[in-house]
């Protein structure tokens, strides 16, 4: 019964905005968000509890205890509890809880080990001090909270919102210095790029004066942006400024610095439904901006920008139709790009560029670098293991005999200090993560010791290092000493480094390191 109390109230809410936009008075947008700020997000709540319960943490965070009513975002952490990037859903007049009933990517991120920050940015139409200031206090609360990788952020907004996410990372890769991140991807679904045009577009809807919605928001744009700059035939620069795309302005304009930015722009493109429902041509929406911005990016040398034709229609979780919907993006293709262009590693897509060969009996298991277990490793890449078949069995005289591949994006700084550091991280979190599972006393702990020195460099090494680690073998809960041989390869590739860690128990003359040597000899820069 309360579900359907609640999914009533909310259809009157939502057929009320509908009507009042329609009414042909011009609507004012900041009185409406004030007022209905409380009410909406109680509703909404209410309507996701459940939903969310059952299946995601959805925390509220706030980051200006001056203002608790306002200043708040709410963070969703993913399903594993290890963060790999961030995703940063952003709206303008509605309040976060909007987002999370309209939107399916935050539930995608959820299983794909992103955290999703969702966030209002308040009655803004563009990228003034207002709302890059609040971006950046949401950004710094994050990073400081989850420890968040600054280097791996995407932005995603609606409508307005998009035109501020678009310009903020403009300006994150204008004066990086004065910013919290260096965002990776940003995308906007049905976004005016061009603030100049965006005018030209509130002119036109008035003069038609056909849809009343489009009229009252094109009074209500108009009068919002001219008591902030001025009128744009007076001081057109202030516009062009806060604009991330200016398609009449010199080219390249501010669109210039999203040159390493993977971008993405969503548009419903049905244009046979804006002709009918509201006499728009494709010149009468924000498509031929947004495909202008893309094509001189493509053209300054982004290969990684891209103009999607939605493959749905708009439309809101209220089943009404509109280009301004989060229902454009397909999700899963979506958090798939994010990934991607963050450098998040997904063992069930990865494809190597490397040849590492797989005995027959052997296992394989890979996983990102730094390992969640060890998040102090200065590493950043993929790590490739390879188990012997006797790897587990204590009888086996396999027994703990297995190779690593770490490859690390960049060319890694690596010597007798950094591996030593490095190992005795991963070796310590591999056994504190079996501790509870494996049910080790606290009497039985020791602490890891790892001895690594330089040895002779074999053929087609950069450098070749050999040592030792002490550690608790947690299977046996004894203490043990793996010997080591780590060769740094030299390969042609100078994006990427290759480090090979050959491990056993047992001695350098055992047979055992003739399998892992001829392991290490099959290892190919190039995959052929």
Not at 82 to 99: A, C, D, K, R, T
Not at 238 to 246: A, E, G, N, W
Not at 273 to 285: F, M, P, Q, V
């Amino acid at each position: 019964m309360i579900r359907i109390l609640c999914n009533i109230y909310k259809q009157l809410l939502l057929g009320w905005i509908f009507l009042y936009s329609i009414s042909g008075s011009v609507i004012n947008f900041t009185e409406m968000y004030k007022n209905f700020r409380f009410i909406f997000s109680c509703v909404l709540v209410i309507l996701i509890l459940p939903y969310s319960a059952n299946s995601q943490n959805t925390e509220k965070i706030i980051f200006n205890r001056n203002d608790s009513a306002d200043d708040y975002y709410l963070a969703i952490p993913p399903l594993s509890g290890n963060i790999q990037g961030v995703q940063v859903l952003m709206s303008s007049f509605m309040p976060p809880e909007s987002i999370l009933s309209e939107s399916k990517l935050q539930n995608v991120a959820y299983g794909n080990d992103l955290l999703t920050i969702v966030a209002s940015l308040g009655p803004v139409l563009s990228a003034d001090s207002a709302p890059v200031n609040r971006i950046n206090l949401i950004l710094r609360n994050v990073i400081e909270r989850y420890s968040a990788d600054t280097s791996r952020f995407a932005l995603g907004a609606l409508g307005y919102a998009g035109n501020i996410a678009l310009r903020y990372t403009e300006m994150c890769y204008e004066n990086p210095k004065q910013f919290p991140i260096l965002p990776k991807a940003v995308f906007a679904m049905n976004c005016p790029v061009d603030l100049p045009g965006l005018v030209h577009w509130c002119e036109n809807e008035i003069k038609k004066n056909y849809f009343p919605g489009n009229v009252a928001d094109g009074k209500y744009i108009l009068d919002a942006l001219e008591k902030k700059y001025g009128s744009y035939a007076q001081h057109p620069e202030k516009y062009i400024q806060v604009s991330p795309f200016y398609k009449d302005g010199q080219f390249p304009g501010n669109e210039k610095f999203l040159s390493k930015v993977a971008v993405r722009l969503y548009y419903d493109t049905d244009i046979e439904w804006e002709l009918k429902n509201h006499r728009n041509s494709y010149y009468d929406t924000y498509i031929p901006d947004g495909s202008e911005m893309i094509k001189r990016l493509l053209l300054e040398g982004n290969e990684n920008a891209e103009f999607i034709s939605s493959k749905q229609p708009g439309v809101r979780s209220n089943g009404m139709r509109t280009p301004f919907s989060w229902s454009l993006p397909d999700e899963v293709d979506c958090i798939q790009w994010i990934k991607h262009r963050l450098k998040i590693f997904d063992p069930q897509t990865y494809s190597p560029t490397y040849l590492l060969p797989v005995p027959e009996g052997w296992s394989v298991e890979r996983f990102s670098l730094p390992p969640e277990f060890a998040k102090d490793i200065n590493f950043k890449g993929v790590e490739d293991v390879r188990f012997a078949a006797g790897w587990g069995d204590v009888k086996s005289v396999e027994y703990w005999s297995y190779a690593f591949l770490w490859w690390t994006e960049g060319i890694p700084k690596v010597n007798t200090a950094i591996l030593e550091k490095s190992l005795k991280s991963y070796y310590s979190g591999l056994i504190s993560r079996n501790i509870t599972p494996r049910k080790i006393p606290d009497s039985k702990l020791m602490t890891t010791i790892v001895s690594i020195h330089v040895a002779k460099t074999n053929a087609g090494d950069l450098e070749t290092y050999s040592g030792t680690i002490s550690m608790l073998d947690y299977m046996t809960q004894t203490p043990m000493v793996l010997n080591a041989l780590i060769h740094v390869k030299n390969c042609p590739d100078n994006n990427h480094g290759f480090l090979f860690f050959e491990i056993s128990p047992k001695p350098l003359a055992d047979p055992v390191w003739q399998k892992l040597n001829k392991l290490y000899e099959g290892l190919d820069c190039v995959k052929p």
